[in-house]
């Protein structure tokens, strides 16, 4: 059983390096240009404002350790794909319990394929371009094991004070990702104890519970943190609060979020995923003449896999609000959800089969995007270390024919600034040009020529002496004028 079990997870894990393996390649995300140049101390103080004390305690063994900082990029691309392999495992596991008492093999495949779905859908895939990206999947894997924990009988300890530690944890590692424990509970709640309404009331509220526990204590932790032991406070809880807008700020989400998917896919294409699998669940209420009651929980857990991504920003300020793909992981599995609902519905064994075409199809999807983003990225990483050399390049000979060091960028943007390079056909928050945005191209060349250049914004008044009525559409040299030590950087 050992033996198996361990065949299994190995089974995962290789399909998770599949999903992920251009993110075990050295890859800058905007901010790691910066944490390149300048080292962990910074991004160690940032993390403990913003409350994520297991990513700054990371940064600050990799810091202590010496760790150099391509080696730690890859290191947690490696982690990150080991930490989902075992979450596969750990949900498939469950999902198998509920769902194949009779232990049969190609269900057990089918609840795989819908657990691959589940985890690597195309919210995800935001969060493994960040160098910490295997403290967020610490986080995913610790919400599941919590979930699994709702249905233990025997223990009052097991069921609600080790759930609501771990879930801390887990918000100690990543807040965004703490709306799966509320949606894969859903989804074992129901699965279990849907011919008693009391029980499935009862055990939801008591993990509405450990949730509150967590967050409300991760928010205080944050407070204090902010309040007592740093001078400047954190705009995620300091600023505006709207609570109207926060609370109509989902509904306001919700064309970016099917039409656009967050930029994580074509558009459309996540949207037109949530169809078809609707329509797999409708034929199977309609076909199995399903309960009222299990029709309408069906579709509470997949409101709970919505409304669970938003429940944090609630107590942000209005400027602070975002909906990112990485804050929105419960709703990129709302496929999955409504086809492990369908499974669990169905009793033809025949449209099982139709179930695991559609699941399998799913799969491949993500695979493609997870594979075209992630070499996207790559391409624009390589396109800005090239611009960036090219300026270097720049800067050493005027230094050698001008006898003169530069140590100061002064950089802007044209009225008309691209986003993006002409090659990217991907356009999203991973393929964003790093010399569009201004004191990160700076960190980019600090990178690139291992010094310290000192960065200041361009003014109008600057950009009117260099630069007047001067637009761009590529690099050029043009862009770039030397004043004895200050570089000014027009920016296309």
Request: glycine residues 4%.
């Amino acid at each position: 059983m050992k033996k198996l079990q361990i065949k299994n997870i190995l089974a995962f894990i290789l399909i998770a390096c599949i999903f992920t393996f251009n993110f075990m390649t050295i890859h800058y995300a905007l901010d790691t240009y910066f944490t390149a140049n300048s080292g962990y101390n910074n991004y160690i103080t940032i993390f403990a404002k913003g409350g994520r004390l297991v990513s700054a305690l990371s940064w600050k063994i990799a810091d202590i350790l010496k760790i150099p900082f391509n080696v730690f990029i890859t290191f947690g691309g490696v982690l990150s794909a080991v930490l989902c392999g075992i979450t596969l495992y750990v949900i498939t596991k469950k999902l198998n319990e509920l769902l194949n008492k009779k232990n049969e093999k190609n269900k057990y495949i089918l609840l795989g394929i819908v657990s691959i779905l589940f985890v690597f859908n195309c919210m995800l895939l935001q969060n493994f371009v960040y160098a910490e990206n295997f403290v967020m999947m610490l986080g995913l894997y610790i919400c599941i094991k919590s979930a699994n924990m709702i249905d233990t009988e025997k223990s009052v300890v097991k069921e609600n004070i080790i759930p609501a530690i771990l879930l801390l944890l887990a918000t100690c590692c990543y807040q965004g990702i703490l709306n799966v424990y509320l949606t894969f509970t859903a989804i074992i709640i129901f699965i279990n104890y849907n011919n008693d309404i009391k029980k499935m009331i009862t055990k939801f509220i008591k993990a509405c519970i450990n949730y509150v526990f967590a967050l409300g204590t991760n928010f205080v932790i944050l407070k204090l943190i902010n309040k007592l032991i740093l001078i400047n406070e954190s705009t995620r809880v300091e600023g505006n609060l709207d609570l109207l807008y926060n609370i109509s700020y989902p509904f306001r989400m919700l064309k970016t979020i099917f039409l656009d998917t967050a930029g994580m896919m074509p558009k459309f294409l996540f949207g037109s995923l949530v169809v078809v699998s609707m329509a797999v669940l409708i034929y199977v209420i309609i076909k199995n003449k399903v309960k009222p009651l299990n029709v309408m929980m069906s579709l509470l857990i997949l409101l709970v896999a919505y409304f669970s991504c938003f429940i944090p920003m609630m107590a942000l300020s209005k400027d602070s609000l975002d909906a990112a793909a990485r804050l929105l992981f419960s709703i990129g599995t709302l496929p999955a959800i409504i086809l492990i609902i369908s499974i669990f519905l169905n009793k033809d064994i025949k449209f099982e089969k139709i179930i695991f075409v559609v699941a399998s199809l799913f799969v491949v999807i993500n695979l493609v995007n997870y594979i075209n983003v992630s070499k996207e990225h790559l391409v624009t990483n390589r396109k800005d270390i090239e611009e960036t050399k090219k300026i270097y390049n720049l800067i050493k000979e005027y230094e050698i024919k001008n006898n003169i060091t530069v140590d100061t960028v002064i950089s802007g943007t044209d009225k008309n600034p691209k986003y993006y390079y002409d090659e990217n056909r991907t356009k999203n928050e991973l393929t964003v040009r790093a010399n569009y945005i201004n004191f990160i191209e700076t960190a980019v060349l600090n990178m690139v020529s291992n010094k310290d250049y000192k960065y200041k914004l361009m003014s109008e008044i600057e950009k009117e002496k260099y630069f007047k009525n001067k637009e761009y559409d590529q690099f050029s040299e043009a862009q770039i004028i030397f004043d004895k030590n200050v570089m000014y950087w027009y920016k296309y």
